[in-house]
């Protein structure tokens, strides 16, 4: 009978143990499995974070003389040529993912976000709202040709000022900061998001 006791008493230790380390690893796939599902739903939060800016491109194009006196008077009278175009237009910044993955750095009530550079992701003029102005003078006149020429002008520096603002990326990081920051108040972290070419963690 003492026999049987201690082999029962055995055999429940022995499962006792093993049932510890079945549901230990059984914890830790869950968790690795956690992070996934969430590193997926940061890239939906990340890319939905675009920031969108909207203005007016504007351009003025002119041979007008603006000194006062009799010949700049004459001169315009002739062969002035002048041209104003306004046209306003939409912006979206972001973080383009398509080959990036996000890195994730989770710390003691902090989470580290590794994301690509913000950057124009989108720019376009919307030239059924546009306003154009021309003058010329009595020996001069203003062709299609002339405007469109104005408008490539007008389009290229715009986006080459847009894609350098660096104002607009800014409150686009801040944007979707906050955006993943609610993602995580629930869980009561902070959230820490870098913006880089490369978005590895650097080793300390």
């Given at each position: 009978m003492k026999m049987s006791t201690r082999a029962i008493i055995f055999i429940a230790l022995l499962l006792a143990i093993a049932f510890y380390y079945l549901g230990k690893r059984n914890g830790g796939a869950q968790v690795k499995t956690t992070v996934i599902q969430n590193a997926a739903f940061i890239k939906?939060?990340?890319?939905?974070?675009?920031?969108?800016?909207?203005?007016?491109?504007?351009?003025?194009?002119?041979?007008?003389?603006?000194?006062?006196?009799?010949?700049?008077?004459?001169?315009?009278?002739?062969?002035?040529?002048?041209?104003?175009?306004?046209?306003?237009?939409?912006a979206k910044y972001g973080v383009e993912l398509n080959q990036q993955s996000i890195q994730i750095d989770t710390k003691a009530k902090q989470v580290k976000i590794y994301l690509p550079s913000v950057k124009l992701l989108s720019f376009q003029l919307h030239l059924n709202n546009i306003e154009a102005i021309g003058k010329t003078g009595w020996f001069n006149n203003l062709s299609l040709d002339d405007f469109v020429k104005v408008?490539?002008?007008?389009?290229?520096?715009?986006?080459?000022?847009?894609?350098?603002n660096g104002a607009h990326k800014k409150l686009a990081e801040e944007h979707i900061r906050k955006l993943l920051q609610k993602y995580y108040d629930p869980m009561g972290l902070t959230v820490q998001c870098v913006f880089a070419e490369s978005n590895k963690p650097v080793a300390p």
């Open positions: 939906q939060i990340a890319e939905l974070g675009a920031l969108n800016v909207g203005g007016t491109a504007t351009i003025k194009e002119s041979n007008k003389e603006d000194n006062a006196g009799m010949y700049a008077e004459l001169k315009n009278y002739f062969i002035e040529k002048t041209i104003n175009i306004n046209i306003p237009y939409e408008e490539k002008i007008l389009y290229t520096s715009t986006l080459k000022s847009l894609e350098q």
